[in-house]
C-alpha cells in the first residue's frame, strides 16, 4: 500500500489536463462558473454533485464533445509537451485537446446488432489500434464475458453491456480515462473489478476523473470534487 | 503494430450492418418499386401517355425514397453513442461521414440504379431516354444522399426530425429534380442533353467536397 502512494506521489507534478474558468449554461441555467480543474498523473479525482449539477455536461466539456461558455481545457501528452505552454499557470482560452483521452459516458457507443468483438474491434480501429480475435477474447474474458462474445449486444443485459464499454479502457493506450458513472448496472463483484482496474491504472501513472453516486472503495487516495446545484 | 485504416473499417461495419437490417434497407427499394408498378394502373396503360410522365414519375419516387430512408443514416449511432465516441477518435470526422454516405449510398441507391432497367419497361420508355436517365440517376443520387446528410444530421438531437428533414430537403432536391427530367426529356426528343448532365455533375462535384465538412459541422452542433 506504502509502496503504490510513493509512486503514485513521483508522477504528481505532471499535469495531464487543465481546464481554467469553464462556465456552462443549460436551459437558461448556470451549471457552473468559472469551474477550474487541473488533473495530474496519478490522480485519482471523484466528480460528485446532486443530479443535474452539470456533472455530465463538465466532463463532455473535459472532453471536447461540447464548447463550454467561457474559458478552455488543455490535454496534452506530458511527453510532447515541455515547451512553456503547458506549465499549467496559463489560463486557456480554447480547447486545445491533442492526445487521445479515453471517455466512456452514459451512452455505452455498442452497436445492438454488431457483437461484442465487433463492437471492441471497431472502437479499436476507430482509434487507430489493430485488434486480433484472440486478444479480445481473452479481454472479454477477464471482463467475466465468457461465451457472450459472439451475442449481438442488444441483447446482453446492461451489466453485461457496461463491462463490454469499460473493456475498452484496456485497450486505448492513453494517461486519462473520464468515467461518468462506470459503475452503473455493474454487481458487487463488477464494481470491484472495475475499480481494482482503476487503482491499477492510476497507479501506474494514469490519471482518472469519474463521476460516481456511490462512495469509491478505492486502496488509492481519492481527490473529491465537488459541484453545487446552483439555482 | 499492424497499422489499421478507420475508413475501411467504418465501411466494412456500416456494411455488415445494413446486411444484418435488411427489412429498413429494403423499405425504401420495395416503396420506389411500387410507386412505378402502380402509376401505370392509375393512369392507363397509354404508352405515350407514360412515356411523357415516366421520367419524372422515376425521379419523384427516388427521391421520395430517399427521405423513407435517410432519416435512420446516424439516428442509431446517435442514440447508442457511437457518434460520440467517433468523435473522439483517431479520425477524421469529415471523412468518416464520407465513408458512412458513401456505404449509405450503396446500400439504398445503388440497388434502385440495378433495379431501373426494369422500370423503365413499366413506363415505356425508349432505350435513348433510359440511357439518359441511368446517368442523371448515376450522377444525381450520390447529390441526395451527400445534401440529405446534412439536413440528417442537423435534425439527428431532435426527437421528431422526420417532418423537419422533409421540409428541409424537398426545396433543395427541386433543381436536381428539374435538370434531370429535363435532361431525359431532351433525350426522348434526340436532342443534346450533356449540359443537364454536366451541370448535375458541377453540383455533385461541389457537394464532395463540401458536404464532409457540413455533416460533421452539424454532427458536432447536434452534440452541443
Known amino acids: ?231 | 503494430m499492424k497499422s489499421v485504416n478507420p475508413l475501411t473499417s467504418i465501411i466494412k461495419r456500416d456494411l455488415v450492418l445494413a446486411y444484418r437490417q435488411k427489412a429498413e434497407l429494403l423499405q425504401p427499394l420495395l416503396f420506389f418499386v411500387m410507386v412505378i408498378t402502380l402509376f401505370p394502373l392509375g393512369i392507363g396503360p397509354g404508352p405515350e401517355t407514360l412515356q411523357k410522365v415516366g421520367p419524372g414519375v422515376i425521379w419523384v419516387a427516388a427521391i421520395l425514397s430517399a427521405l423513407l430512408g435517410m432519416d435512420k443514416l446516424f439516428r442509431d449511432d446517435f442514440n447508442d453513442g457511437s457518434l460520440e465516441q467517433l468523435q473522439l477518435a483517431h479520425v477524421s470526422l469529415s471523412w468518416a461521414m464520407f465513408a458512412k454516405v458513401f456505404v449509405h449510398w450503396c446500400g439504398s441507391f445503388l440497388p434502385l440504379l440495378l433495379i431501373s432497367p426494369l422500370l423503365a419497361l413499366f413506363l415505356n420508355l425508349t432505350p435513348a431516354m433510359y440511357w439518359a436517365l441511368i446517368q442523371t440517376l448515376a450522377l444525381g443520387t450520390p447529390l441526395l444522399s451527400l445534401i440529405g446528410a446534412i439536413a440528417v444530421a442537423l435534425t439527428v438531437g431532435l426527437q421528431r426530425g422526420g417532418v423537419l428533414l422533409s421540409l428541409l430537403l424537398i426545396p433543395v432536391f427541386i433543381p436536381l429534380l428539374i435538370f434531370a427530367t429535363s435532361a431525359v426529356d431532351s433525350a426522348a426528343m434526340g436532342l443534346n442533353y450533356a449540359p443537364q448532365l454536366a451541370i448535375i455533375g458541377a453540383m455533385l462535384c461541389f457537394a464532395v467536397a463540401i458536404t464532409p465538412f457540413a455533416i460533421s459541422y452539424a454532427i458536432r452542433v447536434s452534440h452541443h
Open chain 1, 1 to 231: 500500500m506504502n509502496g503504490k502512494t510513493s509512486i503514485t506521489s513521483n508522477y504528481t507534478d505532471i499535469l495531464r489536463l487543465n481546464a481554467q474558468g469553464l462556465s456552462c449554461i443549460k436551459q437558461d441555467r448556470i451549471l457552473f462558473e468559472d469551474f477550474s480543474i487541473q488533473v495530474h498523473a496519478g490522480e485519482l479525482i471523484h466528480l460528485v454533485g446532486p443530479n443535474g449539477a452539470g456533472k455530465t455536461s463538465l466532463l463532455r466539456i473535459l472532453v471536447g464533445l461540447s464548447e463550454p461558455e467561457t474559458g478552455g481545457v488543455i490535454v496534452t501528452d506530458a511527453a510532447r509537451s515541455e515547451t512553456a505552454s503547458f506549465s499549467g499557470t496559463e489560463t486557456p482560452s480554447e480547447n486545445k485537446i491533442d492526445y487521445p483521452l479515453l471517455y466512456l459516458g452514459h451512452k455505452l457507443g455498442l452497436n445492438q446488432y454488431l457483437s461484442s468483438v465487433e463492437n471492441l474491434a471497431y472502437w479499436a480501429n476507430m482509434h487507430g489500434i489493430a485488434t486480433d480475435q484472440h486478444e479480445l477474447y481473452a479481454l472479454l474474458a477477464r471482463f467475466n464475458l465468457v461465451g457472450l462474445e459472439d451475442v449481438p449486444s442488444g441483447q446482453l443485459s446492461a451489466g453485461q453491456q457496461r463491462r463490454v464499454s469499460l473493456a475498452r479502457t484496456q485497450l486505448l493506450h492513453t494517461h486519462v480515462w473520464i468515467l461518468d458513472e462506470p459503475f452503473t448496472s455493474l454487481d458487487v463483484s463488477g464494481v470491484a473489478f472495475i475499480q481494482d482496474l482503476v487503482d491499477d491504472f492510476v497507479a501506474q501513472g494514469g490519471a482518472v476523473l469519474m463521476t460516481s453516486h456511490q462512495a469509491l472503495q478505492s486502496r488509492l487516495p481519492v481527490k473529491t470534487v465537488t459541484l453545487e446545484y446552483r439555482l
